[in-house]
């Protein structure tokens, strides 16, 4: 007699809307996604949003999904994006973000970062990210948001760092 299979369970879902005092970090739409990719531009955007990894990131969106990629939204406008390759698998999700150059050096992607970082960490999700070595500015942003465990580099070169989970209290 066959065992009945096991049901996946669904991964968690992040809450939809996640703010910060500067910062709005709003779901990129399958109607957003298509402008990105189609090189449509939208009032709510700045000139120079999105950048190519922003649209990179919009070619991946199929369905809608809390962890999906969201507009960093500041002063009204989406200067940047950050997401999520996909739901977390086994415990653990691959995070990205940019932003547009006028905004950078405002503490802006960290901000963000921690943002998502208190959800993912109210989840019980671990973090890990993926950066060019030489990217210094993206390098201080994981280790202002705690991303202390270094993995080496992937196939690609990329430096691989990894945030822990925070200890809970007992």
């Known amino acids: 007699m066959t065992e009945p299979a096991t049901p996946t369970p669904e991964?968690?879902?992040?809450?939809?809307?996640?703010?910060?005092?500067?910062?709005?970090?709003?779901?990129v739409t399958l109607a957003d996604a298509a402008d990105?990719?189609?090189?449509?531009?939208q009032d709510r955007?700045?000139?120079?949003?999105?950048?190519?990894?922003?649209r990179d990131a919009a070619s991946m969106i199929h369905e809608p999904s809390t962890w999906g990629p969201r507009h960093l939204v500041h002063d009204g406008l989406a200067v940047g994006s950050l997401g999520f390759f996909g739901p977390p698998d086994e415990g653990e999700v691959e995070v990205g973000?940019?932003?547009?150059?006028?905004?950078?050096?405002?503490?802006?992607?960290?901000?963000?970062?921690?943002?998502?970082?208190?959800?993912?960490?109210?989840?019980?999700?671990?973090?890990?990210?993926?950066?060019?070595?030489?990217?210094?500015?993206?390098?201080?942003?994981?280790?202002?948001?705690?991303?202390?465990?270094?993995?080496?580099s992937d196939d690609e070169g990329l430096l691989v760092m990894a945030r822990p989970l925070p200890a809970v209290a007992v």
């Open 36 to 41: 990105m990719r189609d090189g449509r531009h």
């Open 11 to 27: 991964p968690p879902e992040l809450p939809e809307r996640l703010a910060t005092d500067r910062l709005r970090l709003i779901l």
């Open 45 to 54: 955007w700045h000139p120079d949003y999105p950048r190519q990894d922003d």
């Open 97 to 152: 973000y940019g932003l547009v150059e006028q905004v950078r050096g405002r503490g802006l992607a960290t901000e963000a970062l921690r943002c998502v970082l208190n959800q993912t960490d109210r989840l019980g999700v671990r973090v890990r990210a993926r950066t060019e070595p030489t990217n210094r500015a993206s390098v201080r942003v994981l280790a202002k948001a705690g991303f202390t465990e270094l993995r080496g």
